[in-house]
């Protein structure tokens, strides 16, 4: 199948609210507009619906990804895009499982261990008995997916950046490159290390129906297998869609945030002054990379002293150029140790002068003195607190909930994004980035025009039936003489 016949058919899909590939064939076959639009005449067989799904497999998350950013790139030339403002956002999506699909995990991954070593045991003694002989065809006649996927999507190599490093910094980098989880080079997975003794319900249970969606909490109440999908909107009128992902339902939204941010930015080569998401995307590595790039990060912080019954840092005042703390009583809390563990800077004043003050009851019960931790990166925690009194910070938050939000009810709405219809994380993500450049497209469409315009009615048409019938009036002539007549004609298809 040509591959604009497979994208038209997903088109298709997402406009009529089509959820099989058995019920898009029928409706292709039922229909003659979208006969005319896949390019297929009357008497021509139209593919069959396996053959989708045989193709998905064989493209890849790397093709529909370039799909939806040929889209973009459309949106970007049209000057629909103004790449000012950021948006930042996700939803939670039903996963095509349930909840009693789960079993333990280390029951499955045994399972496939096992599965795994017999295949390599058996391999090493038949490999004498088959050599030389063919392999065997599929039934499509077709190689398998994994090596079409290989041969068909061919692995990009990034371009060298023209400057020069020192060996020993080029490796520290990479090595550190290496280390890094990138969000979208992973296609949204999890980090499945445990780090102390923290684990999630995901790392000890998996689902047979669908591995790769994890248990979540839903808004109506309950537990449901889903995963969440993170949109980054571009600030302008028309509300183009730059960035999507898809991860599983564990995954915080605040943790592909700067992934995201950062392939929107260079892909597409926009200057943000601004990114602007709720309040869990501040957090403190989101900000600092945020404002070190000369970006502001318009995202609310967490109060966490709301609840405490004592005088929590903002009741004491740091004065930068003497690098200490000043309590409410006056007294003045001096810098002790540095934790780059923790990131921390600990502020402590003496017990003797602390217990004797009228203050101790609202300041806390310790009898070793008071003591403050100030983070390393504190100075950009204070810089989005300043932005919050201000009124361009006002407007872009209310903005916030009229720009993204609106745009997941009109994917869960109108083209089916309240349940996903695949399974596996890569699947999903398909699904959502042609949910995406279906949406994409509708604001494309309304700016250049929907194409053809219905048979106009009217004088056109009548003087057009008249010229045929009798001859032009203006010019006197017979209709094969009259351009003006013939012309119409040609427009009306008679």
């Known amino acids: 199948m040509d591959p604009e016949v497979f994208f038209r058919l997903q088109l298709v899909m997402f406009f009529e609210g089509i959820r099989s590939e058995r019920l898009l064939m029928r409706h292709a076959a039922d229909r003659l507009s979208v006969r005319w639009y896949v390019g297929y005449d009357l008497d021509e067989p139209l593919p069959d619906h396996s053959s989708l799904t045989r193709i998905r497999t064989?493209?890849?998350l790397a093709v529909f990804r370039r799909f939806f950013e040929a889209i973009v790139e459309q949106c970007i030339q049209a000057k629909l895009v103004w790449g000012r403002e950021l948006y930042f956002d996700a939803t939670k999506v039903n996963a095509n499982a349930d909840l009693d699909s789960l079993v333990?995990?280390?029951?499955v991954e045994a399972r496939e261990a096992l599965k795994t070593h017999l295949a390599e045991l058996f391999a090493d003694t038949q490999a004498p008995a088959e050599e030389g002989m063919p392999e065997p065809a599929s039934d499509t006649g077709t190689a398998p997916p994994e090596a079409d996927a290989a041969a068909a999507v061919p692995p990009e190599v990034p371009t060298s950046l023209p400057i020069s490093l020192p060996a020993a910094v080029a490796e520290e980098l990479a090595e550190a490159n290496a280390a890094r989880h990138d969000w979208i080079a992973q296609e949204g997975r999890q980090q499945r290390e445990v780090r102390?003794?923290?684990?999630?319900?995901?790392?000890v249970r998996i689902s047979t129906t669908d591995p790769d969606a994890t248990p979540m909490r839903i808004k109506g109440g309950g537990t449901h297998l889903g995963y969440q999908v993170h949109y980054v909107v571009d600030g302008g009128k028309r509300r183009i869609i730059l960035g999507v992902l898809v991860a599983p339902g564990e995954v915080m939204e605040n943790q592909p945030m700067?992934?995201?941010l950062w392939r929107v930015r260079f892909r597409w080569k926009l200057h943000p002054r601004q990114v602007t998401g709720d309040t869990a995307y501040g957090t403190i590595e989101n900000i600092t990379a945020i404002e070190q790039a000369d970006i502001r990060a318009y995202v609310p912080l967490t109060n966490w002293e709301e609840h405490r019954d004592y005088f929590g840092p903002s009741k004491f005042t740091y004065d930068a150029e003497h690098d200490t703390y000043t309590c409410p009583n006056g007294q003045t809390l001096h810098r002790c140790r540095t934790s780059y563990v923790q990131q921390v800077r600990e502020y402590r004043t003496w017990s003797h002068i602390c217990n004797v003050c009228p203050l101790k009851a609202q300041c806390g019960p310790s009898e070793q003195g008071k003591r403050i931790h100030r983070h390393l990166a504190e100075e950009y925690l204070d810089r989005v607190r300043a932005y919050h009194q201000t009124a361009a910070y006002q407007k872009a938050y209310r903005k916030r909930q009229v720009w993204v939000e609106p745009l997941f009810a009109e994917a869960?709405?109108?083209?089916?994004?309240?349940?996903f219809r695949l399974r596996r994380l890569w699947r999903v993500n398909c699904e959502a980035l042609l949910i995406a450049s279906g949406q994409n497209l509708k604001r494309l469409l309304s700016k250049r025009g929907w194409g053809r315009r219905p048979l106009p009615s009217g004088t056109a048409l009548q003087f057009a039936g008249l010229?045929?019938?009798?001859?032009c009036r203006a010019c006197e002539q017979p209709?094969?003489?009259?351009q003006l007549g013939r012309s119409l004609m040609t427009v009306q298809g008679c």
């Open 58 to 60: 064989r493209y890849g």
């Open 104 to 107: 333990p995990r280390f029951a």
């Open 196 to 203: 102390g003794y923290y684990q999630r319900v995901a790392d």
């Open 258 to 260: 700067l992934d995201l």
């Open 412 to 419: 869960k709405d109108w083209h089916g994004m309240r349940r």
């Open 467 to 471: 010229v045929l019938l009798f001859g």
């Open 479 to 482: 209709f094969q003489q009259c």
